[in-house]
């Protein structure tokens, strides 16, 4: 075997790993277009007062990225512009890796999101992860003078047009209706009750807990074990709690609703003997008012149904009494965690049907 041919096996294998995995990942964020902007949300929150002015740009920030990792797969994959795709690679990795970097070293948020909810990476898996990317990228780069083109400029610029228009189209449909996988513990034919659950024998996080005491102007730090609880000599400043290992989790662990009284109602739905109608409005302030018409009317045929009706919420009693004043809703409010409503369905307003804590049913009201 020949430098060339050599160049030309390793050339091909890293542009074809390249290709797969910019492809997966652009793909599963496509199908949850929604889901993405969530995740440039938290980002820029999470990054500060500077970022957070970008805020309202989340979605066209997804839209752009999902179109760049998936077309950037694309041309990988049919050998489109290798050279220039090898550039652009590069010119992502360079960008991705460092900031991977940062979050795996401050955590500002939980997971990266490279992969959407389809395959959750810590944060530092997703560096490393980078990395190997990384080097295949300059792989790429140094061997692609021995790949040859596969494909006439006009078959090249086909390609590429059908991809891009099946993935705008697919994009569009996702995000008018709901995501056409459901990568979420939340998705039809799951049963929230069993989601909640902890095995038995199943491992509890483990905490170290220290308190910390001063005397003569000196802080030191105990333990449970040592603290001077009998030297008053001492005086108590504060108690650090640190995670030492992190145990099991269940798929669902924050499904909690109160009621406008609030008193938690979360068994009284799950446990519910009718079929339960539950409406999630996230943030009554980006609900269309357009849908007041067919809340009220999905109130009232619930209502004539024998169905429990929920509409619930994680804004704030300034919002709702806005909300329902403007609407003229004929229902109550229940809230819950936004964040959690947000993993629950990705509309707003969207509707979940559940009977015995099974979800049968979603969809998005605006499709409907």
Partial sequence: MNSKQAGHIIGSTARTLLAFVFIFSGFVKAVDPL?????????????????????????????????????????????IKTQITGWLALLLMCFMTPLTLYIALKNPVSDCGCFGDALV?????????????????????????????????????????VFTVLLV???????????????????????????????????PDVYETTFVYEKDGVEQEFTLQNYPKNDSSWVFVRQNTKLLHKGYEPPIHDFAITNEDFEDITDDILYAEDTVVMVV?????????????KLNRLYEDSQAAGRVFVAVTGSGTDEIETFAEETQALYPFCTAD????????????????????TVVEKYNLRGK
């Fill in 169 to 203: 189209a697919m994009m569009l449909w996702c995000r008018l209706r709901l995501p056409l996988i459901d990568f979420r513990p939340y998705k039809v034919g799951n049963n929230i009750i069993e989601l909640m659950e902890i095995p038995e024998g199943a491992d």
């Fill in 121 to 161: 990476l810590s944060n530092w898996a997703t560096f490393w992860k980078n990395i190997v990317l990384l080097a295949l990228v300059v792989l790429l780069l140094l061997t692609k003078k021995h790949i040859s083109q596969t494909f006439t400029g006009k078959a090249e610029a086909g390609i590429f047009v």
């Fill in 338 to 357: 936004g964040t959690m409503l947000k993993t629950v369905i990705r509309a707003n307003p969207g509707v979940v049907i559940l009977s015995d804590g």
């Fill in 281 to 293: 409005m996230y943030d009554l302030e980006k609900t269309s008012r357009k849908q007041a018409a």
């Fill in 35 to 79: 889901g993405t902007t969530y995740k440039i949300e938290d980002y820029l929150t999470a990054f500060g007062s500077f970022f957070a002015v970008f805020i309202p740009m989340a979605e066209p920030l997804a839209w752009v990225l999902i179109a760049f990792e998936f077309l950037l797969g694309i041309s990988l994959l049919f050998n």
